[in-house]
């Protein structure tokens, strides 16, 4: 239990710090290499590629769990409470559509990929290890927006309760 709480709360930061910290650190080693010992390493760019592309993905995920992901708040601001709540949650369905969507695409791109069988020029790695980048990214979004329109439609519920209780003459 400890170790699934981690996770929902911690699961993508801790990947995307991994991934930024073992990028610096292979851009680090290529820069010293080249300009040290004027050797330049065949797999270090090659790699910071990869994981920034798997940073992004994973990254977007954790921006959709701190709700930080692109919206415009001056519409929010702009409405009564309860309308702000109803544009909110509809903008997480269509987010979640899209995202879904996005998610069987990206699928049907990585069977192709693993099916041709190719390989990272300078690494040899399967490009299926980097092309499912997007269907996990993807997964965990739907996952995120899961969660939050599960809490919104829990709070909206309990506003409108609390809302209809206060209505009632006594």
Known sequence: MKVLRFLNNHGEETL?????VAMSLAVGLQVVMRYIFEAALSW???LARYLCIWLVFVGSSFAVRKGRHICVDALYGALPPKAARCV???AD???LIFAVLVLVLGL??????AESGQDSPAMGLQLSAIYSALPVGFALICFRLLQNLYLKLRDFKAA???ATATDIPT
């Open 108 to 113: 049907d791109v990585l069977q192709q990929v």
């Open 44 to 46: 270090s760019e090659e």
């Open 93 to 95: 369905v269509i987010f």
């Open 88 to 90: 909110a949650i509809t």
């Open 160 to 162: 409108t309760e609390e």
């Open 16 to 20: 995307c710090v991994i991934a930024l």
